[in-house]
């Protein structure tokens, strides 16, 4: 475990050493940094308050809808294409010996999956000010959301690797998975665009449209 560890970190330090010579890496730190003051003014401004939406349930079911959407694409398209960089072969080299145990292969990627994932879960944080201050979320519920994004995001690997390994085996299963995404893609575009065509009230249509029953058959 501690050699696990120690070669993850490693590696994240050598990415970062490189990162930090490009100057997109300054211009995504800059965001952050941005997005992290946001964040804060927010938990100022918001301090002991609640204040639901009108359509509070509707727009947080919409918002659930889409994030389900985007997160599916994800999977599938880092299952058909990345699939196979779950861990690096060198890695297996230096932290095991053999007869290597597929048990500790498997649990070795889910924490460096994990570990990929503080990211968005930091943004998710972030965002927890807003869920409670719009939606009356209170802290059991902030829990159980932030409990079921680190269930979601070991799944989500899993989820890539099945993909990946029923799609490599069969190159029909892999054109068929690629024409269902594209096929959906362009089904859930041309609502939305029809959704805005010609509104007055933008919003409250896209969260009527996420709301619908189409998109409980589309995923």
């Not at 509070?56 to 694409?73: C, D, E, K």
């Not at 209170?138 to 989820?159: K, N």
């Not at 299963?173 to 609502?191: C, D, K, P």
């Not at 007055?200 to 709301?211: M, Q, R, S």
Request: hydrophobic share 55%.
């Amino acid at each position: 475990m501690n050699a696990c560890m120690f070669l993850i970190f490693k590696q994240w330090r050598n990415s970062l050493r490189e990162k930090i010579k490009h100057p997109q890496f300054w211009l995504w730190a800059l965001v952050i940094l941005a997005y992290f003051a946001l964040y804060i003014y927010q938990e100022i401004n918001h301090l002991g308050q609640t204040g639901i939406l009108d359509n509070a349930v509707n727009t947080y079911r919409a918002g659930v809808a889409f994030s389900f959407l985007v997160i599916s694409f994800v999977v599938l398209g880092f299952g058909l294409n990345h699939g196979n960089t779950f861990f690096a072969p060198a890695d297996i080299d230096n932290l095991f010996v053999s007869p290597v145990r597929a048990e500790k292969v498997l649990f070795y990627g889910l924490i460096k999956k994990c570990l990929a994932s503080v990211f968005a879960t930091l943004l998710l944080l972030m965002q927890l000010t807003n869920l409670r201050f719009y939606f009356g979320l209170g802290p059991r519920d902030l829990l159980i959301l932030m409990g079921a994004w680190l269930m979601l995001s070991i799944c989500l690997s899993v989820a890539a690797m099945a993909v990946y390994s029923i799609s490599s085996a069969s190159p029909v299963i892999r054109v068929l998975i690629r024409i269902s995404l594209y096929v959906s893609s362009v089904v859930i575009i041309a609502g939305i665009v029809i959704a805005l065509w010609g509104s007055k009230t933008p919003w409250a249509d896209i969260v009527e449209f996420f709301n619908g029953p189409h998109l409980h058959v589309i995923p």
